[in-house]
Antibody, heavy 122, light 113 residues
Framework: QVQLVESGGGVVQPGRSLRLSCAAS????????MHWVRQAPGKGLEWVAL????????YYADSVKGRFTISRDNSKNTLYLQMDSLRAEDTAVYYC???????????????WGQGTPVTVSS | DIVMTQSPDSLAVSLGERATINCKSS????????????FAWYQQKPGQPPKLLIY???TRESGVPDRFSGSGSGTDFTLTINNLQAEDVAVYYC?????????FGQGTKLEIK
């Protein structure tokens, strides 16, 4: 079955950086677009970024554009999120999410990991 | 960006009754070339990640009970839960995947009356 295991979260000071990882298994990772979605404490869901199955295309929410970078290593079945210039408002649980369809259109958020918490605080 | 607005923000329904949640998008998410609505519903139970319920506005994900149904097209969508069960207590979110950035509704909290 699909498994998505996020890691790398923690407490970080404003302005610093953090890199999240997502180890994927149970499916052909290189065939699927992958997303990051976050959820601030007690709040709703916010889509953060999407990377195409082959790594060529990347899309970002306006709130993180220029500060966050999504990447992937298909040889390691791993998705990453490099977060720079972190702000208090980036505090959230970050979910790694597998797209609902292989190749082609990038569609709904299919399978979700358990999430990794990130706290930005001095 | 497409804004997704859910109503109500919360509702309480008796066991065995029907719950109805609405979602309106600020522009159509119906793709004219394939006549598909790029729209999904998710369920999030306390302490858990969200779970996909419905995609293409009305297609149930595998394993989702048939008491969950989605309807609507264009800009107006509805999630209906028939014969409400205690395990349906959750927050429900709509999402459009018509364009980037993907956007979610603010969520609707469903409780038992």
């Amino acid at each position: 079955q699909v498994q998505l295991v996020e890691s790398g979260g923690g407490v970080v000071q404003p302005g610093r950086s953090l890199r999240l990882s997502c180890a994927a298994s149970g499916f052909t990772f290189s065939s699927y677009g992958m997303h990051w979605v976050r959820q601030a404490p007690g709040k709703g869901l916010e889509w953060v970024a999407l990377m195409s199955y082959n790594g060529r295309d990347k899309y970002y929410a306006d709130s993180v554009k220029g500060r966050f970078t999504i990447s992937r290593d298909n040889s390691k079945n791993t998705l990453y999120l490099q977060m720079d210039s972190l702000r208090a408002e980036d505090t959230a649980v970050y979910y790694c999410v597998k797209d609902g369809q292989s190749y082609g259109d990038y569609v709904w958020c299919g399978d979700w990991g358990q999430g990794t918490p990130v706290t930005v605080s001095s | 960006d497409i804004v997704m607005t859910q109503s109500p923000d919360s509702l309480a329904v008796s066991l065995g009754e029907r719950a109805t949640i609405n979602c309106k998008s600020s522009q159509s998410v119906l793709y004219s070339s394939n006549k598909k609505n790029y729209f999904a519903w998710y369920q999030q139970k306390p302490g858990q990640p969200p779970k996909l319920l419905i995609y293409w506005a009305s297609t149930r994900e595998s394993g989702v009970p048939d008491r969950f149904s989605g309807s609507g097209s264009g800009t107006d969508f509805t999630l209906t839960i028939n014969n409400l069960q205690a395990e349906d207590v959750a927050v429900y979110y709509c999402q459009q995947y018509y364009s980037n950035p993907r956007t979610f509704g603010q969520g609707t909290k469903l409780e038992i009356k």
